[in-house]
């Protein structure tokens, strides 16, 4: 099955600056690559996603990069504040066939100091 | 459009009890799942509905069984609660699993056991 790894495990960052959170994926037939915010106490939610045909997306401060190579994923956030202080969790999803199922990393928490 | 429901929003059971986990849906959504989530473990899959009438295991399925009552409900009950079975539990739901539709997740059950 996929195996997805999150780096690092928690980050601190003073807001305006950027955050970089990366993740490593096993099955190279993994084709959907979506990221995931949490924030404390609450649902994650659906922030921004990537499919393997895209190397780069980007929504406003927010951006994630694909490396099909190397079986690497990346999200970017620019210009922090601190309400982007949350858990961020990514995912993978194997392409093909019944395959429904999600692998998600064990999360990052993102702390943004004012 | 309420989204994706879960009842209830806390529970307290004793080791033995046994429980049922409601989840429903508003979206028309065809793929349903069951995820838990213990801290530094990330969401781990319990089962999963691809569609009405289908129900496949997850990556941590034992001491669970699952029900697709129809098409907006998806319910997950404990049989024998355990200590170990105590967790943050999220029902989640997509348009379709086969062609990368986003999972959208309900506020999740906080389930303890004693």
């Known amino acids: 099955g996929e195996n997805v790894e999150q780096h690092p495990s928690t980050l601190s960052v003073q807001e305006g600056d950027s955050a970089v959170i990366k993740c490593t994926y096993s099955?190279?037939?993994?084709?959907?690559f979506p990221w995931y915010k949490q924030e404390l106490g609450k649902r994650p939610q659906l922030i921004i996603d990537?499919?393997?045909?895209?190397g780069e997306k980007k929504d406003q401060r927010i951006a994630v990069t694909l490396n099909k190579t190397a079986k690497h994923f990346s999200l970017h956030i620019t210009e922090t504040q601190p309400e982007d202080s949350a858990v961020y969790f990514c995912?993978?999803?194997?392409?093909?066939?019944?395959?429904?199922?999600?692998?998600f990393g064990k999360g990052t928490l993102l702390t943004v100091n004012p | 459009n309420a989204g994706v429901t879960q009842t209830p929003k806390f529970q307290v059971l004793k080791t033995g009890q046994s429980m049922t986990l409601q989840c429903a849906q508003d979206?028309?959504?065809?793929?349903m799942y069951w995820y838990r989530q213990d801290p530094g473990m990330g969401l781990r899959l319990i089962y999963y509905?691809?569609?009405?009438?289908?129900?496949d295991k997850g990556e941590v399925p034992n001491g669970y069984n699952v029900s697709r009552l129809n098409k907006r409900e998806f319910s997950l009950r404990l049989e024998s609660a355990a200590p170990s079975q105590t967790s943050v539990y999220f029902c989640?739901?997509?348009?379709?699993?086969?062609?990368?539709?986003?999972?959208?997740f309900g506020d999740g059950t906080r389930l303890s056991i004693l």
């Open positions: 989640a739901s997509s348009a379709s699993g086969v062609s990368n539709q986003p999972q959208h």
């Open positions: 099955d190279s037939a993994s084709n959907y």
């Open positions: 990537i499919r393997s045909n895209v």
């Open positions: 995912a993978a999803r194997l392409s093909g066939g019944s395959n429904y199922k999600l692998t």
């Open positions: 979206m028309n959504h065809n793929s």
């Open positions: 509905s691809a569609s009405e009438g289908t129900t």
